[in-house]
């Protein structure tokens, strides 16, 4: 073989070489970005999820507080009704002791 074709096939190496090297920086590189975007969205999914999460919590306890308010107002009128009922019994029971003592 002559040293010309020697070299050229030399040459044609080197730049296969040269364009594999480059080609797994530029895969090391694309997965490193890729990885990077991956990271970021993941980021701002779970940020969103915590929002959400915050927002429910919100919510509920809002609700919460809104049906216990409902309950006391509800349990307040209760006592209100059973004290009058108990301050009638108690006049009537007066009166008919009273009314024993008078007639007994």
């Known amino acids: 073989m ?6 050229s096939i030399s040459d ?3 730049v296969a070489r040269q364009a594999k ?15 990077k975007k ?10 969103r999820a915590e929002e959400e999460v915050r927002k ?5 306890e809002k609700a919460a ?13 209760k006592q209100a009704e059973i004290r009058r009922q ?4 108690l006049n009537d029971a007066a009166g008919i002791i009273v009314e024993r003592i008078v007639n007994g």
């Open 56 to 60: 429910l919590l919100d919510s509920a």
């Open 86 to 89: 108990a301050g009638n019994r």
């Open 2 to 7: 002559s040293l010309e074709v020697i070299r």
């Open 21 to 35: 090297l480059d080609a797994q920086a530029q895969a090391k590189s694309a997965v490193a970005e890729a990885e």
């Open 38 to 47: 991956g990271q970021a969205a993941v980021s701002e999914a779970v940020m």
């Open 12 to 14: 044609a190496e080197e």
């Open 65 to 77: 507080a809104e049906k216990a308010a409902g309950l006391q107002a509800a349990t307040a009128e």
